[in-house]
């Protein structure tokens, strides 16, 4: 079946990029999600990628995407402490709406 | 973004009971929601594709008789965990949307005793 793999977890400096990577096998897969996840909250959408698209730019987010190698990554710049938090790749899947999700990348920001 | 909203956000209740948890669409129609289920430090598992006016999709593995899905309306689909066991303790969170965007509720954390 379907499967998203993330790294599981990334600390990095304040003031710093932080770049997560994610890979897929479904290449069907239409539309290419972001999301963020803090302590017992639920999941909020930061970005998404049509499949048609290499690279997507939102404010300090970056999203690549090489289709070929079926690999996605989220880069953030200059990393907060307010990002710290767990960070969810996700692909549509068979062509419908649902999505099937990575295990999530813990990303720790330190001073 | 849409607000998809879900209650309660926390329940505690004995082995043997049923619960029942909502999630709702705030401001936006929803023909499909989808129920997703996490247990801690681990991903979320889709358990279902709740359908308005026609019966649920349920994922491999999932009980449709333990976990019984109704989708009332354009803005509410109910899940409704039957005979619940502590096993089932677990993060229950729904999405709401059309592709590509997709919006989850707050989540609801169930402990069975």
């Known amino acids: 079946g379907e499967d998203v793999e993330q790294s599981l977890f990334l600390s990095v400096r304040e003031g710093d990029s932080s770049v997560i990577n994610c890979t897929y096998t479904?290449?069907?897969?239409?539309?290419l999600y972001w999301y963020k996840q803090e302590p017992g909250a639920g999941l909020q959408l930061l970005t998404y990628?049509?499949?048609?698209?290499d690279m997507k730019q939102d404010q300090r987010l970056t999203v690549l995407l090489n289709k070929k190698d079926k690999h996605l990554s989220l880069r953030i710049a200059d990393t907060q402490t307010g990002d710290s938090a767990i960070y969810f790749c996700?692909?549509?899947?068979?062509?419908?709406?649902?999505?099937?999700f990575g295990a999530g990348t813990r990303l720790a920001v330190h001073p | 973004g849409a607000v998809v909203s879900q209650h309660p956000s926390r329940v505690i209740c004995k082995s043997g009971t049923s619960v029942k948890i909502e999630c709702r669409s705030l401001d936006f129609q929803a023909t499909t929601m989808f129920w997703y289920r996490q247990f801690p430090k681990q991903s979320l598992m889709l358990m279902a594709t709740?359908?308005?006016?026609?019966?649920?999709?349920?994922e491999q593995g999932v009980e449709k008789d333990k976990f019984l899905i109704n989708h009332a309306s354009l803005t509410l689909s109910t899940l409704t965990v039957t005979s619940a066991h502590p096993e089932d303790s677990s993060f229950y969170i729904c999405?709401?949307?059309?592709?590509?965007?997709?919006?989850f509720g707050p989540g609801t954390r169930l402990t069975v005793l």
């Open positions: 709740s359908n308005e006016g026609s019966k649920a999709t349920y």
């Open positions: 996700a692909v549509t899947s068979g062509g419908y709406n649902k999505l099937i």
């Open positions: 479904d290449s069907s897969s239409t539309y």
């Open positions: 990628i049509f499949s048609n698209m």
């Open positions: 999405s709401a949307g059309r592709v590509p965007e997709q919006f």
